[in-house]
Nanobody, 124 residues
Framework: QVQLVESGGGLVQAGGSLRLSCVAS????MGWFRQSAGKEREFVAVISWSGFHTLYGDSVKGRFTISRDDANKNTAYLQMGSLKAEDTGVYYC????????????????????WGQGTQVTVSS
């Protein structure tokens, strides 16, 4: 069982930035999803085990960046910029033992373990 702990959520004004962190108990491909009230869980981004490959959801391309910590590869970050009200939601970190190398996927079913989530609220 892989443990995932997210942090960094909070309240931010539209146009602002926020960085989320996720610490995993083991090293796998790591992704971020989000869910807002009344909507299905949405894929945000994923980074490969090596950190060399990434994939982003269309709604965040060019605004969000996923990365791994250079010193501790079990930690992934989601740097969010140019935030909009529609970015509001609970952000979940996920890890996948299925996703290898360049073969990254957006489907939630490809992920094996999930964190508890952290709330991000963007005020307009």
């Amino acid at each position: 069982q892989v443990q995932l702990v997210e942090s960094g959520g909070g309240l931010v004004q539209a146009g602002g930035s926020l960085r989320l962190s996720c610490v995993a108990s083991d090293r796998y491909a790591m992704g971020w999803f989000r869910q807002s009230a009344g909507k299905e869980r949405e894929f945000v981004a994923v980074i490969s085990w090596s950190g060399f490959h990434t994939l982003y959801g269309d709604s965040v391309k060019g605004r969000f960046t996923i990365s791994r910590d250079d010193a501790n590869k079990n930690t992934a970050y989601l740097q969010m910029g140019s935030l909009k009200a529609e970015d509001t939601g609970v952000y979940y970190c996920a890890a996948s033992a299925k996703l290898k190398g360049v073969h990254l996927r957006a489907a939630a079913g490809e992920y094996d373990w999930w964190g508890q989530g952290t709330q991000v609220t963007v005020s307009s």
